[in-house]
Structures are given as structure tokens and as C-alpha cells.
């Protein structure tokens, strides 16, 4: 089944530099990842996905890249803001069976103002 | 626009009782899925629920869950027997047939 390993566990950047964070997953045939925020005791929320048929999605200041070949996709955040503290969890639809989705361990993200 | 909503928020109970979960998914959803999330830690599938019947389940899913969608609306999960390491974030997700999932606000059950 699927593997998806998330860099880094804990992140700390001033307000308004960028942030970005890497996930990397073992099994080629899966082809969706989205990216989910969570904040302290709420559900997690879908931010950005992308599908194994593009490189790149953008979304005012959030994008996710992907690198099929060496199987690792990327969130990227520009001119981060106070809000965008989370934690943030990366996921890749396990193909074989329902498509769960199987989630990176998580990176806690803190802007500093 | 539509939300996945669960209830309870919070479930608290006594070891070795049975609790119930419920979600209502987003109404022309076709897959179900429950996960959980201990506390600090990622959140983990449990099972997932087509054409009304489970469609895949993980290794922690054992014989002390089962899960029904009693009507159009409900996607209950029981768990029988609860033990203290049952204690954790439960979610609820939906999707239509496209691949999103949209999660609820999760019951937080503890197991005393």
C-alpha cells in the first residue's frame, strides 16, 4: 500500500517570507494529493490538490508542485500571514481498494510576526 | 454550501462500554470513509463504505468496530468494547465521485 513521509515536522518562518513543505510517497500508481490545514481542534480543511496529470497548481498565494519521477509533491506558501499557522498535512489516494487517503505525519507551521 | 456535520462534538465514556458515532455525509456523496487521529499524530484511515457495504478496512478497523448507513442520511460507526487506546479524533469524510474528501468537525472520544 501507500507511504507518504512529510518534511518538515515543525516549521518557523517571519510573516511574509514563504513556507514550503515536502512530501514524498512510495507508490507510483497513485495519482491525487491534496494538502489539508488543521487548526487546534478542527477538521482538517482541503487548501490545494493536484492530480498526477499536472506539474504545478497555483492558488492566489498557495501552490503545489509535483514531481512524478521522483515521486514527491510540494506546497508552497508566499507572503505568509499570521492565519496560515496550522498544522498542515500532506495525502496521496492509496489506489488499490476505496482511494483512502494516507496522510503525511503532519508539519506544524508557525508565522511569526 | 453543504458541510459534512457529525455528532456528538465530544463522547465521553467508561472502558469496555459501546459508543456510537454519527455523520451525516453531504447528500450526493457515494463514498464514506472513517478516519481517526490520536493527539499529535496524523490522522489514520479506518474504513470506507460503497454501494452499502465496506469496501475496505485497515488493520485497526478489528472486530469491535462495525459501521451502517441505517438510511439515506446517517454513516453510524460503533464501536462495541472501548478500550483506552480508542481514545482519539474521529472523522467522518465524503466523497462524490470525483476524488475530494471532505471531512466533518470530528467527535473527540475519550475513554476513561
Known amino acids: 500500500g501507500e507511504n507518504v513521509e512529510q518534511h518538515p515536522s515543525t516549521l518557523s518562518v517571519q510573516e511574509g517570507d514563504s513556507a514550503v513543505i515536502k512530501c514524498t510517497y512510495s507508490d507510483s500508481a497513485s495519482n491525487y494529493f491534496p494538502w489539508y490545514k488543521q487548526e487546534l481542534g478542527k477538521r482538517p480543511q482541503l487548501i490545494i490538490d493536484?492530480?498526477?496529470?499536472?506539474g504545478e497548481k497555483k492558488d492566489q498565494r498557495i501552490a503545489v508542485t509535483l514531481n512524478k519521477t521522483a515521486k514527491h509533491f510540494s506546497l508552497h506558501i508566499t507572503e505568509t500571514q499570521p492565519e496560515d499557522s496550522a498544522v498542515y498535512f500532506c495525502a496521496a489516494t492509496d489506489r488499490q481498494g476505496a482511494q483512502k487517503l494516507v496522510f503525511g505525519q503532519g508539519t506544524r507551521l508557525t508565522i511569526n510576526p | 454550501e453543504p458541510e459534512v456535520t457529525q455528532t456528538p462534538s465530544h463522547q465521553v465514556t467508561q472502558m469496555g462500554q459501546e459508543v456510537i458515532l454519527r455523520c451525516v455525509p453531504i447528500?450526493?456523496?457515494?463514498?464514506f470513509y472513517w478516519y481517526r487521529q490520536i493527539l499529535g499524530q496524523k490522522v489514520e484511515f479506518l474504513v470506507s463504505?460503497?454501494?452499502?457495504?465496506?469496501?475496505?478496512k485497515s488493520e485497526i478497523f478489528d472486530d469491535q468496530f462495525s459501521v451502517e448507513r441505517p438510511d439515506g442520511s446517517n454513516f453510524t460507526l460503533k464501536i462495541r468494547s472501548t478500550k483506552l487506546e480508542d481514545s482519539a479524533m474521529y472523522f467522518c469524510?465524503?466523497?462524490?465521485?470525483?476524488?475530494?474528501?471532505?471531512f466533518g468537525p470530528g467527535t473527540r472520544l475519550t475513554v476513561l
Open positions: 447528500s450526493n456523496h457515494l463514498y
Open positions: 469524510a465524503s466523497r462524490p465521485l470525483t476524488d475530494t474528501q471532505y
Open positions: 493536484i492530480r498526477s496529470n499536472v
Open positions: 463504505f460503497y454501494n452499502n457495504e465496506i469496501s475496505e
